[in-house]
């Protein structure tokens, strides 16, 4: 049941700030109960590849890619045995293929040489992977293995989380460490899809959708459309 209202203006004590999280949370929840990564794969190795692809591209036009590339290379062995330079061409409508290319066959080396084919497990081990730092690790670890190991910022998470006051800092990692203060431990995947999922959907960069945000009453960033707090 949701609660809006109960935490009117800005937070002042610690208490306050808390409950004001658990609202959000509780909204988010309202408007993207069942939310998960959109970009299709069928195992992490396939996660890893399709999130690699999906900087500064659309998942729509990742979606469109994918099925053919794993057609032609089904394993993280035949990618590893590809030229990058070739790779670039199958994957040029994705933007930014060069460097794409070589950071997806650096990456099926090292996954088959240290980790035997298989996409490792833990943060640690991920980020030895080229191509994959910690957004990309935690969208593997936690969408294709339910390991909740942080919570992936990427530029809608950057934004919602600064408009919603979750954290004043601009540097992902920064950012990231505020929000596991703050975000439940076991809310921390889902948190991840349904933010990105938000600033898609309603809290876009211009012009955002306030007024059909369940959460705008306890939303007070300074580029809100619509309020219906105000006198
Ligand atoms: S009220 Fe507007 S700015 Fe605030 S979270 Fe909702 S969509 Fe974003």
């Known amino acids: 049941m949701l609660r809006y209202g109960l935490i009117k203006g800005r937070p002042k004590t610690a208490?306050?700030?808390?409950a004001r999280v658990t609202e959000i949370?509780?909204?988010l929840d309202k408007m993207y109960p069942d939310v998960t990564c959109a970009l299709t794969h069928?195992?992490?190795?396939?996660?890893l590849v399709a999130t690699i692809l999906s900087a500064q591209c659309t998942d729509k036009r990742v979606n469109e890619v994918t099925p053919g590339l794993f057609k032609k290379?089904?394993?993280p062995t035949d990618f590893a045995a590809v030229k990058p330079e070739v790779l670039a061409q199958d994957i040029r409508s994705t933007g930014f293929f060069n460097n794409k290319s070589k950071s997806i066959v650096g990456a099926a080396k090292r996954v088959t040489t240290e980790f035997g084919g298989e996409v490792p497990r833990t943060m640690d081990e991920l980020l030895t992977v080229p191509g994959a730092a910690r957004k990309t690790a935690n969208v593997v670890l936690g969408t294709a293995y339910g390991i909740a190991a942080g919570?992936?910022?990427d530029t809608h998470v950057t934004r919602v989380s600064r408009r919603?006051?979750?954290?004043?800092?601009s540097d992902p990692v920064k950012i990231e460490r505020d929000l596991q203060k703050i975000i439940?431990?076991?809310k921390w995947i889902l948190f991840s899809h349904q933010i990105i999922h938000h600033g898609r959907a309603l809290c876009v960069a211009r012009n955002p959708k306030c007024v059909a945000c369940l959460i705008e009453p306890i939303c007070y960033a300074k580029d809100k459309t619509w309020s219906s707090t105000e006198k």
């Open 164 to 169: 919603l006051d979750l954290t004043k800092q």
């Open 42 to 47: 069928r195992n992490p190795w396939e996660l």
């Open 73 to 75: 290379y089904p394993t």
């Open 151 to 153: 919570v992936v910022v």
């Open 15 to 18: 208490a306050d700030r808390q």
């Open 184 to 186: 439940p431990e076991k």
């Open 25 to 27: 949370l509780r909204g």
